[in-house]
T-cell receptor
Framework: GDSVTQMEGPVTLSEEAFLTINCTYT??????LFWYVQYPGEGLQLLLK?????DKGSNKGFEATYRKETTSFHLEKGSVQVSDSAVYFC????????????FGSGTRLLVRP | DTGVSQDPRHKITKRGQNVTFRCDPI?????LYWYRQTLGQGPEFLTY????????KSRLLSDRFSAERPKGSFSTLEIQRTEQGDSAMYLC????????????FGQGTRLTVV
């Protein structure tokens, strides 16, 4: 069935380090892909999305490229800040009429000063 | 627009009791989704509404769970005869209809069954 797999955390980085969080997916058809972020005590916020192959989503310095050939949507940021500490979820949206989201298990990022 | 709001934010209940959660979506959104998130996991889809019609229910939604969205506005999720395994964060999201529509999430209701 449709699923999302992302790297386990926590990922611990020093401020200004380069970030990569891996995400791969299994889906029938061509889903839309998303990264959501969850800060402590808050709900999920959409960080970025891509709706077709080779699209690059970007927001707040984060980027991810929809790679159909490798079924991947890895999240990257060139220089992380302490304020980026959160849990990041990769997700796909099915191309049926529900558009419901299927999430990965989340990756916790800790950024130290 | 105040976004998606959920009430209560936290609920502690004894096993066997019934609980009800409320979600108020963004006013113009016709889609409303319920998800459940257990500790260390990503959210899992439970059910969704298009206006007042409940169009799909996950197999995760046992007979003890019921959801409504009267008049296509707010929604309620009721759990009857709660079990310890029901302890989780219950998230509500709303959106417009369409493949490019963004889902906006509420802050969730954390349920603890003791």
């Amino acid at each position: 069935g449709d699923s999302v797999t992302q790297m386990e955390g926590p990922v611990t980085l020093s401020e200004e380090a380069f970030l990569t969080i891996n995400c791969t997916y299994t889906a029938t058809g061509y889903p839309s892909l998303f990264w959501y972020v969850q800060y402590p005590g808050e709900g999920l916020q959409l960080l970025l999305k891509a709706t077709k192959a080779d699209d690059k989503g970007s927001n707040k310095g984060f980027e991810a490229t929809y790679r159909k050939e490798t079924t991947s949507f890895h999240l990257e940021k060139g220089s992380v800040q302490v304020s980026d500490s959160a849990v990041y979820f990769c997700a796909l949206s099915l191309m049926d009429s529900s558009y419901k989201l299927i999430f990965g298990s989340g990756t916790r990022l800790l950024v130290r000063p | 627009d105040t976004g998606v709001s959920q009430d209560p934010r936290h609920k502690i209940t004894k096993r066997g009791q019934n609980v009800t959660f409320r979600c108020d979506p963004i006013s113009e959104h016709n889609r409303l989704y319920w998800y459940r998130q257990t500790l260390g996991q990503g959210p899992e889809f439970l059910t969704y509404f298009q206006n007042e019609a409940q169009l799909e229910k996950s197999r995760l939604l046992s007979d003890r769970f019921s959801a409504e969205r009267p008049k296509g506005s707010f929604s309620t999720l009721e759990i009857q005869r709660t079990e310890q395994g029901d302890s989780a964060m219950y998230l509500c999201a709303s959106s417009l209809t369409g493949v490019r529509a963004e889902a906006f999430f509420g802050q969730g209701t954390r349920l603890t069954v003791v």
